[in-house]
């Protein structure tokens, strides 16, 4: 009985699923893959391909396609650099990046509203760009913001290494520790800027860049023909209807409060 039990034992912890090395039912279960897999960032520009999914534009002009949210901007890059999707919605500046430092080729489909700001907390007291000095700034690499940054900051004559630069990449995350005064500043996308500003925290500096939605170039155009029809429609949707009317999608799918509604203001 002993031994019994002690092989039992050993079979469970080295063979879980048997002997087979996997589990059955997994391996009679074919994974179905898309021929489009988009990564969609949580912030403003992604709108048009959510509403393109949850209105079912996507289905009825029958586009064969995943949509892949990604709290992370980088993330979602490094996914389409990987091979990982073959479309993404992504930063300017980070396009540049993924074609000369990760040797990633693309097409530009489309370009999308990318408004973004340097906020500052309210219990941080700063009011312009020349009291950041020692204090904690959030941004993300690689990015149109980073770069900026230190336009703005050679702009004032302030050193670069006076100000504690710290790297977090999901807007919600910078907005939450903002909110809790964890930071002095942080850059942010919309609805994030909007929130904040409803919240009583102050804009140093506002800027807007189009984002850029890119394909790989193993895509033709057959493949993206009803992609694109869907996306026009999308568009005519938030042009007739105006952003906020999308107010619970935006907050749902960003995770965060829907009170940016007043303070809202994007044209796409």
């Not at 039912?25 to 960032?41: D, F, W, Y």
């Not at 490094?78 to 999707?85: H, L, N, P, R, S």
């Not at 005064?181 to 942010?188: F, G, I």
């Amino acid at each position: 009985m002993a031994v019994g039990l002690l092989a039992y034992i050993c079979i469970d912890i080295f063979f879980p699923n048997g002997f087979g090395g996997e589990d059955e039912a997994q391996q009679n279960v074919a994974v179905r893959k898309t021929e489009l897999n988009i990564g969609a960032p949580n912030n403003i520009s992604s709108l048009p391909i959510w509403i393109a999914q949850e209105d079912s534009i996507f289905d009825s002009l029958r586009v064969d396609i995943t949509v892949k949210d990604f709290t992370d901007p980088l993330e979602c890059d490094v996914a389409f650099a990987e091979g990982k999707t073959n479309m993404s919605i992504t930063d300017p500046k980070r396009a540049e990046w993924l074609k000369t430092t990760k040797q990633k080729n693309y097409t530009e489909q489309h370009s999308l509203p990318m408004p973004y700001a340097l906020v500052a907390c309210h219990n941080a007291r700063i009011s312009s760009l020349q009291q950041l000095k020692d204090k904690l700034v959030a941004h993300t690499r690689h990015s149109a913001f980073s770069n900026s940054f230190g336009h703005c900051l050679d702009s004032i004559h302030l050193s670069r290494d006076s100000v504690y630069m710290v790297q977090i990449n999901n807007p919600g995350v910078a907005m939450l520790m903002l909110h809790n005064a964890e930071l002095d500043a942080a850059y942010l996308t919309e609805p994030y800027i909007a929130l904040a500003k409803a919240m009583g925290h102050n804009i140093l500096y506002k800027n807007h860049e189009q984002a850029l939605l890119i394909a790989s170039p193993e895509l033709s155009e057959a493949q993206l023909k009803n992609f694109n029809k869907a996306y026009e429609e999308a568009l005519k949707r938030i042009r007739k209807n105006g952003v906020l009317y999308y107010k619970d999608l935006i907050a749902r799918r960003c995770k965060c409060s829907p009170q940016f509604e007043k303070e809202l203001k994007v044209k796409f």
